[in-house]
């Protein structure tokens, strides 16, 4: 089955559903995509450099309107209740579960001003939850561009992204970035998205993996270490804390170039090494976001591979977000033929994307696979990811 097909099969049973659940047809239907960062990890609150694709995987939102405040929500990942809310109430920390995620988009509308109201909405996603490839953006997006439309509020695709990481972060109450959000809006077909999370510009850097020979091989490690949240609540907090140290607005203003001299000064006002390792890894990790850029630019795929390599190791030793299962699957994936691989995501768990030649797709999963069951891991989920379109309405 091709790639258009599953789509096409996917919006369809996602409008059928809508109608059995709700007893009348959608008046449209709405798809964002989740994302692989190909390289820039914890640079985006950092107010730096990110450099995501989007994948084929996508959360499909039928939506009706509704005239009268009430927003319902069904979900066919969900236990089978439809999550009934009255708009005008909607206040953070309000809503609980997945349900929290949608909510937290029409609050964030009306908080900004814009006058929508209720509606009816099925969600079905094929995005992986807890893979790091942001399911919880991709279910924001898609009912944000449904929104955006059945009001007609005329929303850019970065105006949107705004206001879903706007959910996230003070409804649902995650500190993410920006990166995904904007991944799940902003990506194109063909292209990794150059985004420059301080003043959101952006632009499509052509990613020919095919005419160069190589496949994008994302391994789903199945795991998510309970630490996740609160460790990345941590790493955000100490990025700032060196930044008011340093004197700077944040640390994408520490050039590269004067990493070791800011390291020298932070020692020297007390900072501990835990923290001047942050530092080292968001400096380091947006010039190698630079690096791929001119890489790619440049047509050498090719030698993206060790690079990505790099960013994973400055993940795991200096932002110490990596745990055994990510660190077992780049060494399994490396050794067995790939150019490069690194965790992307969050971390602690998730998913780690490869570098890989055309034919070594199979060889690669399968080495990775027997890796995992012999450390008595539970068995990874391996597909391949080809850069595609963002949020857009299907019909």
Known sequence: M????TAATHAERTAKDFTAHYGADPDGLWAAPGRVNLIGEHTDYNDGFVLPVALPHAAVAAVRRRDDGVLRLHSAQGDGAVV???????????????????AGVVWALREAGHPVGGAD?????DVPTGAGLSSSASLECAVAVAYNDLWQLGLGAAQLAVLAQRAENAFVGVPCGVMDQMASTCCAAGG?????????????????????GLRLLVLDTRVKHDLADGAYAQRRAGCERAAELLGVRALRDVPYAELQSALDRLEQLGADGELRALVRHVVTEDARVEQVIGLLEAGDLRAVGPVLTAGHASLRDDFRVSCAETDLAVAAAVEAGALGAR???????????????????????AAVADAFAAAGYGAPRAFTAVPGDGARRLA
């Open 2 to 5: 091709t790639t258009a097909d």
């Open 84 to 102: 009934a809310l009255d708009v005008a109430g909607l206040t953070p920390g309000g809503v609980q579960g997945w349900a929290a995620y949608p």
């Open 121 to 125: 909405v099925h969600i079905d996603s």
């Open 192 to 212: 990794a998205l150059f985004l420059d999370t301080r003043d959101l510009s952006q632009r499509q850097v052509p990613l020919d993996l095919a005419g160069a």
């Open 343 to 365: 965790m992307t995501g969050g971390g602690f768990g998730g998913s780690v994307v490869a570098l890989v030649p055309h034919d070594g797709v199979e060889p690669v999963a």
